[in-house]
């Protein structure tokens, strides 16, 4: 078997050490509160404010932007068309199944909620939803068709990451309550390899659960191009999947390694739930369909170690009728000239247009989206 525990529990306390020296050297030479104002810096700007940085930040961002030996850039792209064929419906996938796997990880939960509090002093819900936001917006700016190809717009988003998840582990690794020999080092390679496995291939695996028209190679391309953007984020190569096969096996290896309740795991999925339910989820089910989508994509055994219960009585029976008009009476509704990608379609677009209307960031903007994303998807 490759992925034992004698490969991962090493991994648990090892960083990123080329964006940890960085944030390292400033520290050295500015103070913490240098490093700190770096952290908001990153966070507040969409482009790199190298004015801003000293000259070795660039120097990191020429260095870690390299391409790996043997890429292979048609093959990249193919996996980005992946995204402009299903986007709208990967998008919603990102909200109720790759964010909530993310949060089974009941060590790496711990971190994610110490992180929101670092730099704002707003409440709670407004932290979340400006994570949200990036979260998508990172999402959009990788998998735009030519945006991982040298000096392009992904990669200069993967590599601006990877400073503030420096930061981070530089800042919670130094908090009184951060307990490291049971969580590990904050983002830690087995994390981050989780993470990675959250985007692609559980994407493919909430494309497939919606029957939708996704090939084998669409799917291997997909994970191909999630590869060069675990180069990119300072993945250990020994654990970046190889294919889908592999990073099921992975799958199945971390999973049983990292996922439980957590206090930290719920209280994340209830603010994302909260966001679904008051800013992005414009449809005409009931009010509590967040959580229905979500049981519907997690499963009834992860959903619960998220705690999101089960509805029961009324509610219990509407809602499985109205979601399979949208994700599950295929014949029916194809009878009818609305097959079920269209109606995925149709909700992933609404979600979208939710965020591009009424999400407004830190930053002082909603999302961004390239001319060519406008125009495939409608918009």
């Not at 994390?191 to 029957?211: E, K």
């Amino acid at each position: 078997m490759k992925w034992t525990n004698a490969l991962l529990d090493p991994q648990r306390m090892v960083g990123d050490p080329p964006a940890d020296d960085v944030i390292a050297q400033l520290v050295q030479e500015f103070g913490e509160e240098k490093a700190r104002d770096v952290f908001s810096l990153l966070i507040r700007n969409i482009d790199m404010p190298f004015a801003d940085l000293p000259a070795y930040v660039r120097t990191y961002m020429d260095t870690q932007s390299r391409q790996p030996q043997g890429i292979d850039p048609a093959r990249v792209i193919r996996g980005q068309r992946v995204f402009v064929d299903f986007g709208p419906e990967i998008v919603m996938l990102l909200y109720f199944k790759s964010l909530p796997t993310c949060y089974l990880d009941w060590r790496g939960a711990e971190t994610l909620t110490i992180t929101g509090r670092l730099d704002d002093t707003r409440e709670w819900p407004e932290v979340f939803a400006r994570r949200v936001g990036e979260t998508t917006q990172f999402l959009l700016d990788v998998m735009t068709p030519g945006s991982l190809q040298s000096q392009g717009k992904g990669i200069s988003t993967v590599l601006k990451v990877r400073l503030v998840h420096a930061s981070i582990r530089y800042f919670v690794a130094r908090r009184p309550n951060y307990d490291e020999a049971l969580w590990g080092k904050p983002i830690n390679q087995e994390d981050l390899a989780a993470t990675l496995l959250s985007f692609g291939l559980t994407i493919v695996q909430g494309l497939r659960h919606m029957n939708l028209k996704l090939s084998q190679a669409q799917a291997e391309d997909f994970q191909y191009a999630w590869q060069l953007v675990g180069h990119h984020l300072g993945i250990d190569p020994t654990l970046i999947p190889v294919d889908l096969a592999d990073a099921e096996a992975q799958q199945t290896a971390i999973f049983a390694r990292l996922v439980g309740p957590s206090e930290a795991g719920k209280s994340l999925t209830k603010a994302l739930l909260d966001f679904s339910r008051k800013m992005m989820l414009p449809t005409d089910l009931l009010d509590n369909s967040p959580e229905f989508l979500l049981r519907y994509f997690m499963g009834d055994t992860h959903s619960d170690v998220l705690g999101v219960e089960a509805k029961k009585g009324c509610v219990a029976a509407v809602l499985p009728y109205a979601m399979a008009k949208f994700f599950g009476a295929v014949e029916k509704l194809e009878d009818r000239g609305l097959g079920i990608e269209k109606l995925a379609n149709k909700l992933g677009l609404a979600v979208i247009k939710g965020m591009m209307k009424r999400f407004q960031s830190v930053k002082g903007r909603g999302l961004v989206l390239s001319e060519d994303l406008r125009r495939e998807w409608g918009l």
